[in-house]
């Protein structure tokens, strides 16, 4: 079983920064890819990033490429979402999710439905 917890969100103006953090809690927590997805008001979950469980290969969706960036430490078993120049199109609720799967190959990472584990959200507002 693996238990997540966000923390970190909060209300920052355009182009300011946040960072998020995901307390991992698993027997086998550093072979699990990690994600970040969130979910605006009327929307469907979106994957945001992924990396892989050693930190080695990442994923970014294309509205946060060059803005976000998603590591690891395994040792502390956490994992982070720097986020900066947030603009009003990244308010959501931001989940981090887990999957005991390897990263490459297909790209599974892409669905939010593949993940089995989810924490249980923090609010990120960035107002104009």
């Known amino acids: 079983q693996v238990q997540l917890v966000e923390s970190g969100g909060g209300l920052v103006q355009a182009g300011g920064s946040l960072r998020l953090s995901c307390a991992v809690s698993?027997?086998?927590?550093?072979?699990?890819?990690m994600a970040w997805l969130r979910q605006a008001p009327g929307k469907e979950r979106e994957l945001v990033g992924a990396?892989?469980?050693?930190?080695?290969?990442?994923y970014y969706a294309d509205s946060v490429k060059g803005r976000f960036t998603i590591s690891r430490d395994n040792a502390k078993n956490t994992v982070y979402l720097q986020m900066n120049s947030l603009n009003p199109d990244g308010t959501a609720v931001y989940y981090c999710?887990?999957?005991?799967?390897?990263?490459?190959?297909?790209?599974?990472?892409?669905?939010?439905?593949?993940?089995?584990?989810w924490g249980q959200g923090t609010q990120v507002t960035a107002s104009s």
């Open positions: 999710a887990a999957e005991a799967r390897y990263f490459h190959g297909s790209s599974w990472y892409l669905n939010p439905h593949e993940y089995d584990y």
């Open positions: 698993a027997r086998t927590g550093s072979r699990y890819t």
């Open positions: 990396v892989s469980w050693n930190g080695g290969i990442t």
